[in-house]
């Protein structure tokens, strides 16, 4: 693995300014874009509203599932859809960083210097979490304003269900994002998209897996994204530890370890084949 | 001493068949190129055992047609590929078992739109990022850029964008961030290639003055053999995958050409007098025409100029032919390119 700077005295506050450079770029490129950015988030507004009046209209329907909570399905769903967007950022940053700068080609720029790819990457990544970060605040504006419930009050519980859930989806974001390289740059990641229409449908993402149909529930049990959004919704809604719900926990830290694993093993291997072949390399 | 060595070099791609855009098998592409892969034939082979040194503070520039490998070479020396086998040494290092050091010492100019800034930034700030890169601290960067600006003469410049300059301004800026980082070797890919002649020539005058003033090495590619001819101490010569010359602009005229080229613009020549031509004394005789076959340009490579300039004269006029122009000069890199690879 040559793509990295070597971790001597000063590189991580070498990596560190060249990252903040990064994000100042990036910042000065959406700003550039303005309308984007202002559609961008005019667009996420009309989605929470349109989601708020679906969910009012399918409340009766929805009561039986959702009365365990306590909560309507218009609270269940935002809460869902905000830890959503905490679980797509460690999913899909460091393959949106990569194809940032790829398409930019910017990696032929930082592949090319001996700083390598790690300051572009974590720069591009502070970027996306800042973007995210909007998108949530947006959320939490929007919940204000139709007068849905944050249960700030149960906030601990919920970053440690968080931090606990983030170790299986650092690990597809590591499978996701090494996808660019192993198949193929302009084919996007395959993993990603995957595992965005499987959480949809199967992860309790936008209802509660008791909809589905019995036979499908094996597919939700081996999706971490189901107790990932579980382990949310009860901190948030019960103010309950995911250190209480073992059968949260094991699965969690289990798929944690074995996509961690996976996907750091990949990720070398994308590397090395990047390096054997240029695929990250714009320039032919 | 050796700034640079390649010794024996191979690199080979990954052939990627396709299957017909649609189908499924087209689809699964590189599935299908695994396999073919698995069964050892799907390779291209770039690089098949390269070897030349370049010594410090030397000009070198490799040429060759389009798929030679030129552009896989400058990778390879440039730590952007492993070489499959091979070895290779910039300024001591070895750039596959240190590539991170050896990258210190390198800085690779790609050519067109691989311009390799980042077009949101200032030039100031694009250098001290480069600075950054090669573990400037941001204060060191920023001094080192507006020096380094001034020495590049676009400190009028440091505070617009790249897009604002001109694309000579835009090659010398690139010079600029090698500067900044003060590695001791350049890998330039088509310096001017895109660049108006006025453009070209600033950069090519750039590159002659200051990288010898400065003693940095430099190893370049390029497609103009004018360009080859007048920055390059000594010129290699690829052809798939392999050198097959190496030496000074002079040394290869010599072996290859043992004569004077003449120059020879004229009307109404049609192939019979082509025929004419080609039966007196000459080594290689090339033409093409203009204005729909109206005007002929002859260059013809001989041993007796001046004998063979009078006989083609003779000859033009006397199958009604009409002389513009006729000049006896030195072969040039060009004459011997196309003899190469006529």
């Not at chain 1, 995210?132 to 919920?158: K, R």
């Not at chain 2, 010794?7 to 699964?28: M, N, S």
Request: charged share 20%.
């Amino acid at each position: 693995m040559v793509l990295g700077y070597e971790f001597k005295k000063g590189g991580c506050r070498v990596i560190l300014n060249i990252a903040i450079e990064t994000l100042r770029s990036r910042i000065f490129k959406e700003y550039f874009w303005g309308v984007s950015l202002t559609m961008s988030i005019v667009d996420t507004i009309v989605g929470i509203l349109a989601y708020y009046y679906v969910a009012l209209f399918v409340q009766n329907a929805m009561e039986r599932y959702v009365s365990a909570y306590g909560v309507s399905y218009a609270e269940y769903l935002l809460i869902g859809l905000m830890a959503g967007v905490i679980a797509t950022f460690l999913q899909y940053s460091l393959y949106e960083g990569i194809s940032l700068g790829y398409w930019a080609s910017e990696t032929d720029l930082y592949i090319t210097s001996p700083i390598g790819l790690k300051g572009m990457l974590i720069g591009h990544m502070m970027f996306i979490a800042l973007w995210e970060s909007v998108i949530l605040a947006t959320y939490a504006l929007a919940a204000l304003m139709l007068g849905i419930p944050l249960h700030l009050e149960n906030l601990p519980q919920i970053v440690l269900a968080i931090l606990v859930a983030s170790l299986p989806m650092i690990g597809i974001g590591l499978v996701s994002a090494s996808d660019f390289t192993l198949f193929n740059a302009k084919r996007g990641s395959m993993t990603g998209k995957v595992f965005s229409i499987l959480q949809r449908i199967f992860g309790g993402y936008y209802f509660p897996v008791g909809i589905l149909p019995q036979q499908l529930h094996i597919v939700s049990y081996l999706l971490p994204h189901t107790y990932f959004y579980e382990a949310v919704r009860i901190a948030a809604f019960k103010g309950v530890w995911i250190t209480q719900k073992p059968e949260l926990l094991y699965p969690l830290t289990i798929q944690g370890i074995i996509l961690l694993l996976l996907g750091v093993l990949l990720m070398k291997k994308a590397i090395d084949k990047a390096e054997e072949t240029g695929d990250l390399s714009r320039w032919t | 001493m050796d700034a640079v060595v390649v010794e024996d070099v191979y690199k080979r791609y990954p052939k990627y068949k396709r299957y017909g855009p649609g189908t499924a098998l087209g689809r699964a592409h590189w599935v299908m190129a695994t396999l073919y892969r698995l069964k050892g034939r799907g390779y291209v082979e770039a690089l098949k055992g390269v070897s030349f040194k370049v010594s410090e503070g030397e000009i070198f520039c490799i040429i060759g047609p389009n798929g030679a490998g030129k552009t896989t070479l400058m990778k390879c020396i440039g730590v952007m590929l492993i070489p499959d086998k091979g070895y290779i040494e910039v300024v001591g290092i070895d750039v596959v078992k240190n590539p991170l050091r050896a990258k210190k010492k390198i800085t690779v100019v790609g050519s067109g739109y691989w311009a390799g800034f980042d077009w949101s930034l200032t030039l100031v700030e694009n250098l001290i990022l480069f600075g950054l890169m090669y573990g400037y601290s941001m204060s060191e960067a920023r001094s080192k850029a507006k020096e380094i600006l001034d020495v590049v003469g676009l400190s009028e410049k440091a505070n617009d964008r790249p897009s604002k300059l001109s694309s000579g301004e835009r090659q010398r800026l690139s010079l600029a961030r090698g500067f900044i980082a003060e590695t001791p070797v350049f890998l330039i890919d088509e310096p001017t290639v895109g660049l108006d002649p006025e453009g070209a020539k600033q950069v090519r005058g750039y590159i002659k003055s200051e990288f010898k003033k400065q003693g940095y090495t430099l190893i370049f590619t390029t497609h103009f053999m004018y360009e080859a001819e007048y920055l390059a101490d000594r010129i290699a010569i690829m052809d798939r995958g392999k050198i097959i010359e190496i030496g000074s602009p002079e040394e290869l005229k010599l072996k290859f050409i043992r004569g004077k080229v003449i120059d020879i613009k004229a009307l109404n020549v049609y192939k019979n007098v082509l025929e004419k031509l080609r039966s007196l004394d000459v080594i290689n005789i090339d033409y093409f025409y203009r204005f729909g076959g109206a005007e002929v340009n002859l260059k013809i490579l001989t041993k007796k100029p001046y004998e063979i300039l009078e006989e083609a004269i003779d000859i033009i006029l006397s199958h009604r032919g009409s002389l513009i122009y006729a000049d006896v000069r030195e072969p040039t890199l060009e004459d011997v390119y196309r003899i190469i690879f006529r």
